[in-house]
């Protein structure tokens, strides 16, 4: 990246007080670059860059909340002195969440708030920090999607649709920049051992009360054993250093790497095929949802 050596990369990660760009931050900051942990939890961002300098890395905390312009204006303006007006070399936008519900019933004001963290967010926080690398004609942009940005789950419609748009968005700005000397990289994590999934479910008790509140139960007990086998954050914070460290990132880095092989299956079934086995796994069976006898649709009636 132009004159300067890889051990003296500058790296942003937004959403590094927990999981994935927590344990990225420390990882790329083992690996000798200047990392940038950001994110909004002040006390978190605290515990991390006291974490760092007992390991004397080079890590700098600056507090960022990705759906604030202002939070964005006074980040750059600290990553400004912190760099000496380099700006970065590589900005991770990894900052995310998922709340779990059906997607008819999902309030509008919460799908908004998912669209502007997962996608707004990500826009704004890339806008706010491209003018430099544009400038130096050199830098790189990993945005964390999922495996959820490639085929959708049951309940989970409103946020896989928001990296559906991460997805898409980036596959623009990878043509776009290209010219630039900008990379774009997607991460596209499956099921990886954080917050993710308790803050997934901490809002499902709403629906209790809806035609899929027997259902939903069954969901949070199959998501709370499907945790026990979640890959460690770690995988995801290799594959982002990789998309770091290579000459030429790839378009796409699918991880833990066996995920491959569930969007081979994916490509390879048939459309109801695959409808079945989500349903079957979302507990949406007519039986799941306790619609018996006259209630079940006449279209579904052998
Ligand atoms: N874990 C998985 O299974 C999985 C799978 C696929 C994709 N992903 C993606 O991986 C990324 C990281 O998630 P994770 O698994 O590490 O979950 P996590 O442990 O919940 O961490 C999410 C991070 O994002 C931060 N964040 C949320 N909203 C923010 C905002 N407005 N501004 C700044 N930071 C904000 C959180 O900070 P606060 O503590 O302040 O909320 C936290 O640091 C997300 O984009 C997620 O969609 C995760």
Known sequence: MSSKTSTQQIVLITGATAG?????????AKQGRHVIATGRNTAALATLRAEAEASSLKLDTVELDVTSADSIARAVASVDQLTNHHGVD????????GALGPSAEITDAEMRRQYDTNVFGLMSVTRAFLPAMRARRAGRIINVSSLGGRFT????????????????LSDALRYELHAFGIFVTLIEPGAIRTNFESTAL??????????????????????KRMDRVAAEPIVIARAIERAVRVRRPAAR?????????????????????????MRKMGYLTPKDLGLTGKSVPSALKA
């Open 90 to 97: 590589v900005l991770v936008n990894n900052a995310g969440y």
């Open 20 to 28: 994935i760009g927590r344990t990225t931050a420390l990882y790329l």
């Open 253 to 277: 880095y699918v991880a833990p790497r066996m995920n491959h092989m569930v969007l081979m299956l994916k490509s390879v079934m048939p459309t109801c095929a695959f409808d079945w086995s």
């Open 153 to 168: 789950l049951p309940y989970f419609g409103v946020y896989n649709s928001t990296k559906y748009a991460v997805e898409s």
């Open 202 to 223: 901490s809002g499902v008790g709403a629906f209790d009360q809806s035609a899929y509140g027997e259902s939903l139960k069954k969901v949070d007990a199959l998501s």
